[in-house]
């Protein structure tokens, strides 16, 4: 008799427990024990069921959900348990990590292609050469080249984060004090551009570490696409905006703007951005282990200074290298000379060859993103890492080289700008190549191998932006500069193709 009276309360406190997390529970111990309740559980499985409806309406109408991770929690609602394991959260934390990396990227190109527009009035009023054009575009390479190492170093040390806004607060500084400084002297200009250049150096490192760390391996390569999506669309919204601001309020007009937003943007990077996704206060538990789960290579701040020697001692480390050095080449000189191209070839005024120069920078955002696309639908179609590699960075070097050659034919803008919208947009498959492989060969010391192979960039950038200048002064055009640029293209897909690979090296 004392266990049957003792029955109803049991079953009342039982009966009070959803059954919505059944599946945790063991009646192992109910069925052996003789508690006198057994042959009153059929006839409330219909209250069960109702009491189970009536518990998932309020789950969804309150928002609550109960941590069944380790069992029963005696049926606590607990509102951040919600946030932690997904309910509720509609656009996942990675992707709003990527966005603010694309917009970033955004302005750090805007602000390189300000100067870009603005070089021609500011040529015009100082009385500057072609040669010296060339000297003021590559004044911002000065930085960059010595910049690229140390920040690679202090990512793998530091992590992007701080690094990424150090860099971001520099260069926003650095630009809204250029024309301050174009007014004072020509000196002035050109140190300015070089320590614009040195905050600069520290973008890409911090992008590639950072995305590392936040995506699964099968989604890297989107990402990244994503990220330099926004890195392509400031050289639109750069060519774009200068001449308008230039001609309404003044040279100094898109420097104090592009400034500004880079300023905004450190602010809300520091408040919600973190180097891990571990260590994040905004991502879901479920978000957390999607991450962890697709993980190869993960890379981890280390304390010690990366092996030189052993870097440089891989020739998958070489092919990152000359890949990088190459793509920078033709890059810089597009980049650096497309509004004076279109100025001095075809006679077009400012404002003209800024919408010339910004549709190939347009398509090259879309067939970036793309690139990543189908490079993680291949490699998650299982084709080998490198062989996905090897094939972006072909079609990355090879299209470029054949539109360039092309374009000594070109006899009209439109013909021009076309044949450039084709360079630059197969160039852009150049992201999914050797800027993803940096990772797979060495994701430990990813940050200061990004950055040696990007002084070497930086170092061809420098002399293919000044010998443009030379060239086109000595010889009366681009064609010859062009078709150097496209063998260079050719060669260096031959290195890449004996030598990259996808596997982890170091």
Known sequence: MAATNSAPPLLHSYQKRPPVFAPHLSFVSF?????????????????????????QSKVKRHGGVRCAAEGID?????????????VGVSIPERFKVVFLVACVMCLCNADRVVMSVAIVPLAAKHGWSSSFLGIVQSSFLWGYIFS???????????????????????????TLLTPLAANHSTMSLLAIRAFFG?????????????????????????????????????NVIGLLLTPIMLSTIGISGPFILFSSLGLLWVMT??????????????????????????????PKKSSKFPPLHLLLSKLP???????????????FVLLSWMPVYFKSVYNVNLKQAAWFSAVPWATMAISG?????????????????????KLMQTIGFIGPAVTLLCLNYANTPTVAATLMTAALSLSSFSQAGFMLNIQDIAPQYAGILHGISNSAGTL???????????????????????????????????????????????
């Not at 520290?202 to 989604?219: D, G, K």
């Not at 480390?317 to 890059?331: H, K």
């Not at 000044?466 to 002064?473: D, E, R």
């Not at 062009?482 to 004996?498: D, E, H, K, Q, S």
């Open 317 to 331: 480390s070489w092919a990152i290298i000359f890949a990088n050095a190459t793509n920078n080449w033709g890059y």
């Open 460 to 506: 061809a950038a420098i002399i293919s932006t000044i010998g443009t200048g030379y060239f086109v002064q000595w010889l009366g055009s681009f064609q010859a500069f062009l078709t150097l640029t496209a063998g260079l293209y050719f060669v260096t897909t031959i290195f890449w193709n004996l030598f990259a690979s996808g596997e982890q090296v170091l």
């Open 369 to 389: 993103y793309l690139a990543g696309l189908a490079s993680d639908f291949l490699i998650n179609a299982g084709y080998p890492t490198t062989f996905v590699r």
């Open 74 to 86: 005696g049926g606590m609602f607990v509102r951040k348990r919600a946030r932690e394991d997904g």
């Open 198 to 234: 040195l905050a600069e150096g520290v973008a890409l490192p911090s992008m590639s570490t950072l995305l590392s760390r936040w995506f699964p391996t099968n989604e890297r390569a989107s990402a990244v696409g994503i990220s330099m999506a926004g890195f392509h669309l400031g």
């Open 269 to 298: 990077w520091l408040y919600r951005v973190t180097d891990d996704p571990m260590e994040s206060h905004f991502i879901s538990r479920s978000e957390q282990r999607l991450i962890q789960a697709g993980k190869r290579g993960s």
């Open 31 to 55: 069925k052996k024990t003789q508690l006198g309740f057994e042959s009153r559980i059929s006839t409330t499985k219909l209250e069960w069921k109702g009491r189970e409806e009536q518990w």
């Open 148 to 174: 690229s190492v140390i920040g690679g170093a202090l990512v793998d040390r530091y992590g992007g984060k701080r690094v990424f806004a150090c860099g971001v607060f520099l260069w926003s500084l650095a």
